[in-house]
């Protein structure tokens, strides 16, 4: 599950990338070689200024929204099951980096107008398809397996209680 959303992750900031190097105007023609800029005489650093970095998280975040982006764009069917599942992970996701309702909806928003920009392959075995396809083949595979009972951890129930004393 995480190689696939790695992956879609990795897929959803490169084509961004691209999309930035795209949009970006073209180089001016070579213009004479400028007088360098004096170095500062102080270079300040500031270790409480944030960092923009993503975390882990939000790269998973940022993939699994991508992959409910081309199941919404491309129709794709998913079972009930997997939609339970599905939606469990994305709430324990979102609850984890500490996003409300509305912060939620408009990251999604922000990842599905990305993805939707890159016009997905929805033709069945497409990478695209087939992305979708690993993710949700996971969910599938974990709602088909029998859940284990607690008592399963280590000795048999009947052994965890005291046998009963024989009657005289």
């Known amino acids: 599950m995480i190689r696939s959303l790695a992956v879609l ?3 959803a900031l490169g084509l961004t990338a691209a999309q ?6 073209a180089a001016p023609a070579a213009a004479p070689p400028a007088v360098p800029a004096p170095a500062p005489a102080d270079i300040e650093i500031n270790p409480t200024t944030p960092l ?10 940022t993939g ?5 982006a081309v199941i919404d764009l491309c129709a794709v069917e998913v079972s009930e099951a997997v ?3 599905m939606a469990t992970d994305r709430a324990r996701l979102e609850a984890s980096l500490g996003l409300d309702a509305a912060a939620a909806a ?7 107008a990305e ?11 497409s990478p695209d398809i087939a992305s979708v396809d690993a993710v949700t083949e996971i969910y599938a595979q974990a709602a088909a397996a029998p859940a284990m009972p607690p008592a399963a951890e280590g000795a048999p129930a009947a052994a965890a209680a005291p046998a009963a004393p024989a009657a005289q």
């Open 83 to 85: 939609t339970t599942g």
């Open 52 to 61: 923009a970095v993503s975390s882990p998280q939000v790269d998973m975040m």
């Open 115 to 125: 993805v939707e920009t890159t016009s997905p392959d929805c033709a069945a075995g």
């Open 106 to 112: 408009e990251a999604y928003a922000k990842v599905r």
């Open 20 to 25: 930035a190097q795209q949009v970006a105007p």
């Open 64 to 68: 699994f929204y991508a992959t409910l």
């Open 9 to 11: 992750t990795v897929l």
